[in-house]
């Protein structure tokens, strides 16, 4: 008789909130999703990372915007596409975009040089029809490059 009420006592002394096996499952199966995540988060980070930290497609946004405005007022007649080299003439002003040692510069009336793109591997103008200039670009950062086809 002692022996059973040291026991009745022991589990009413004993009553812990304690996980059941299905609990248990449940929370292990969320726990192994969850790392299962972070591979793929860690690789993700990676490449955002390297694409955040790269200038050279930002520097050709600036470019693109640069020549874009530049051209959009001028006739086609006024623009002079030759190898490697574009020439535009607007009222008494010349400008010229010019593409050697791997940089595209811009030089207003024969003066001062305006690095415009670094880190250049091709430079490709052509006119379309009368109608369009095409700008081929091959850009190298990171030795990584970037094709890049911009049409005005």
């Not at 040089?113 to 103008?125: A, E, P």
């Amino acid at each position: 008789m002692i022996k059973k009420l040291k026991k009745d006592i022991a589990y009413k002394n004993n009553r812990f909130n304690a996980f059941t096996l299905i609990e248990m499952l449940f929370s292990f199966s969320i726990f192994c999703i969850v790392l299962s995540l972070i591979p793929p988060l860690f690789q993700t980070v990676t490449v955002l990372n390297k694409q955040v930290n790269d200038t050279s497609l930002i520097n050709f946004e600036f470019f693109a915007q640069d020549i874009t405005r530049e051209l959009n007022d001028i006739p086609i007649k006024n623009i002079t596409v030759e190898n490697n080299h574009l020439v535009v003439k607007h009222e008494d002003e010349l400008t010229n975009y010019t593409f050697t040692k791997e940089k595209i510069y811009k030089t207003i009336d024969g003066k001062g040089n305006i690095t415009l793109l670094q880190n250049l591997k091709d430079f490709k103008i052509a006119k379309i029809n009368n109608k369009y200039i095409m700008v081929d670009i091959i850009l190298i950062e990171d030795n990584q490059e970037y094709y890049k086809t911009l049409f005005i």
